[in-house]
């Protein structure tokens, strides 16, 4: 269990909260990270490269000139890998990235991720909810309250977002927003600083500490 000081959208301590989540052994930690980072990343690849072979090269079904007496290499096609424009050797072929890992080691890696960032982790309470239209500025000023610098890479973590909220980030290059219940281990390790909303860490707790 970790407990977490809760600041308010100025960043005065407002109280306490705790959040308690199954992690993984300390040996088995890192692999499990690792693993689980790099199924997210293999699934985003799409696959679809695609090269031509000799065979699928349109043209190249006369012989490009005669066998003997021109003093140059013999030549079949003018589609062999060996002249531009030729079939492409080896090339890359559509093909399925994914990764296959267990469902109930994805959530532990999730839940180990997360933990182990809670140093780094700002709990808010009603983060945003003051804002009556999207602005921008209103958000860096409170990360600045809350003594994350202009240049960290911040993930901010809300129960619901509202899309004042969204709008606001937007336009901000290294801060992003995610729903508390579609949280991945890449986003919180790639993170700087965690800003998670009070309500998101109830969401959290519900949505992730059942297992």
């Given at each position: 269990m970790a407990s977490c000081v809760v600041l308010d959208w100025q960043g005065k301590e407002a109280g306490e909260a705790t959040l308690d989540l199954k992690v993984a052994k300390e040996t088995s930690a890192v692999d499990l990270m690792h693993r689980s980072v790099l199924r997210q990343q293999a699934h985003?690849?799409?696959?679809?490269?695609?090269?031509l072979t000799r065979s699928e090269v349109r043209g190249g079904g006369r012989k490009p000139y005669k066998q003997k007496g021109t003093g140059r290499a013999r030549q079949g096609s003018i589609r062999t890998p060996l002249r531009p424009g030729g079939g492409i050797i080896f090339g890359p072929k559509p093909r399925n990235y994914s990764l296959t890992m267990n469902r109930k080691e994805r959530r532990l890696a999730l839940r180990t991720a997360l933990m182990a960032r809670i140093t780094d982790m700002k709990v808010v309470k009603d983060f945003g909810k003051s804002l009556k239209i999207p602005k921008t500025s209103e958000v860096t000023a409170a990360l600045s309250r809350l003594g994350i610098s202009s240049e960290a890479k911040v993930l901010i973590i809300l129960s619901n977002p509202s899309e004042t909220i969204r709008r606001s980030v937007r336009n901000l290059k290294k801060v992003k927003l995610i729903a508390a219940d579609?949280?991945?281990?890449?986003?919180?390790?790639?993170?700087?600083?965690?800003?998670?909303?009070?309500?998101a860490l109830a969401t959290i707790q519900e949505v992730y500490g059942n297992d």
């Open positions: 985003s690849r799409q696959g679809t490269a695609s090269t579609q949280l991945n281990v890449f986003d919180l390790l790639h993170a700087n600083s965690l800003v998670v909303g009070q309500e």
